[in-house]
């Protein structure tokens, strides 16, 4: 008869999405942690289309041991040298014309969100218990004993560590600087409580995302050459929007998104339902005249979905106390470098990283391993986070922020040398997705954590 492991950390994660359950993934590689998970919707299902996953994050998945079950809901294939990936086409015009290809050391996978969820569900053992229908609404920390947490059904739970994985509206977010907007005031500094509480709010970046997945078939059979059917993805740009294109779930679907881009209304309020299914016209006069590619694409289009996209203003800190927010709900960013599950899935790692630790548990989680993954992930995301948004700008074809430069008033010359800037941009931009590693993030956990 064997006994019974005793339990050094209770952790509750607010969120099944992908941050919060491939956190639960990692995490339940210690069988001396116990793991509850708390979602608000009814039943475990993934709302969008497609993700990316660049070689840092999927080195996380190798080591979850996920590489093999998502190799076969995917058409991309791993390779760990030079790989020419999306093509970029300014195409806000009859001709579009290529002027650059993205090339990575190593492939970007694209996968659709569900079956990436569906895996993940499938590797996560029964002890990491899952709770639908619980939607926090506060939680009580105290300086010892337990956390508690209180939902809107009425009922309560407690926990030693309380993680945010609850998306861009995070509850736990505005518990977190709730708190710290508390002991601003307690000290007497009102105008610090008052600046910690600007950040509860998500803000909306200035660009709506408009969805949709198209049967491959279906494109296949209206243009057979069609170029998105044939390479690994294309990104149509313009100076008031972009599209980019590429094949999911083993091709048999064309993910789509169409980003109408207003930049001057950034960091401004969306008035209007931030998701909605909406009719191909409400945004299809943004690409009237672009070229004939787009306008066969969009002729696919049947319900997309729209997307205000809203991030989260820079917050000093993931951390207060024994709580602990990641994904969506530490650094909700534009989707401009497809990085936002990526870095999920970071902070997950990172996370699991230090809980996990044989040093941390109930008396030093908060002032240690906490703060480890804090000055770990904190600065990095919002570098990604702001590297994004710099993207955006450039596949709008502006090079300035104020986009001063009106590229279609430039001679054929200039136009082309503008371009080849642009995606020399692009390149240096976004070229830490791969050509940096995880690793070095988990050496340094080790060596915080051991010193």
């Known amino acids: 008869m064997t006994s019974a492991i005793t339990k050094r950390l209770q952790v509750a994660i607010c969120g099944a999405g992908i941050g919060g359950l491939t956190f639960a993934l990692a995490l339940s590689r210690y069988p001396d942690i116990d793991i509850e998970i708390y979602e608000s919707a009814r039943a475990l299902t993934e709302v969008g289309a497609g993700i990316g996953i660049f070689p840092r ?12 079950d998502l190799l076969q809901v995917t058409e991309t294939s791993v390779v760990d040298g030079s790989v020419s990936g999306f093509r970029y086409r300014k195409s806000d015009q009859y001709e579009g014309k290529d002027f650059f290809t993205l090339v990575t050391q190593g492939s970007l996978m694209l996968f659709h969100r569900a079956d990436y969820q569906q895996t993940l569900l499938n590797h996560l053992p029964k002890r990491c218990r899952t709770h639908c229908s619980k939607r926090l609404r506060s939680y009580t920390q105290r300086q010892s004993g337990p956390i508690e ?3 809107e059904d009425g009922t309560m739970a407690s926990c030693d560590v309380l993680v945010g994985a609850d998306g861009v509206k995070s509850a736990v977010r505005a518990g977190v600087l709730g ?15 008052a600046e910690i509480l600007q950040h509860v709010d998500p803000i909306w970046s200035g660009a709506n995302a408009y969805r949709a997945l198209i049967p491959a ?14 390479t690994p993805g294309v990104q149509y740009l313009g100076k008031q929007g972009y599209i980019i294109a590429y094949r999911i779930s083993g091709g048999k679907f064309i993910n789509l998104v169409a980003f109408v881009v207003q930049h001057h209304l950034e960091n401004t309020t969306f008035n209007g339902p931030w998701m909605s299914t909406v009719d191909v016209s409400a945004f299809s006069s943004t690409f009237t005249h672009w070229e004939p590619d787009v306008q066969i694409l969009l002729s696919c289009v049947e319900k997309p979905m729209q997307w205000a996209i809203h991030t989260v203003r820079p917050m000093q800190s993931f951390v207060s106390g024994r709580v602990a927010l990641l994904g969506d709900a530490a650094h909700s960013m534009t989707p401009h470098q497809g990085s936002g599950a990526g870095q999920a899935i970071e902070d997950a790692c990172i996370l699991a990283a ?4 044989p040093s941390t548990d109930r008396t030093n989680v908060a002032h240690r391993a906490l703060r480890v993954y804090d000055s770990i992930r904190c600065p990095y995301a919002y570098r990604v986070m702001e590297a994004s948004r710099i993207n955006g700008r450039y596949f709008t074809l502006r090079l300035d922020e104020d986009g001063a430069i009106d590229i279609d008033k430039l001679p054929p010359k200039q136009q082309w040398e503008y371009l080849q800037r642009l995606g020399h941009a692009i390149v240096k931009n976004w070229e830490w997705a791969w050509t940096t590693s995880i690793d070095t993030a988990l050496q340094e956990v080790l060596r915080l954590l051991e010193s």
Do not use: Y
Request: net charge positive; aromatic share 8%.
């Open 57 to 68: 994050p999927w080195k996380v998945i190798k080591m979850l041991g996920l590489e093999a």
């Open 149 to 151: 947490l209180s939902f």
């Open 179 to 193: 708190e710290k907007a508390r002991w601003a005031k307690g000290e007497g500094k009102w105008k610090e409580a």
């Open 217 to 230: 078939q279906k494109l296949q059979a209206i243009a057979p050459n069609h170029q998105v059917l044939h």
């Open 354 to 357: 230090v809980l996990g630790h």
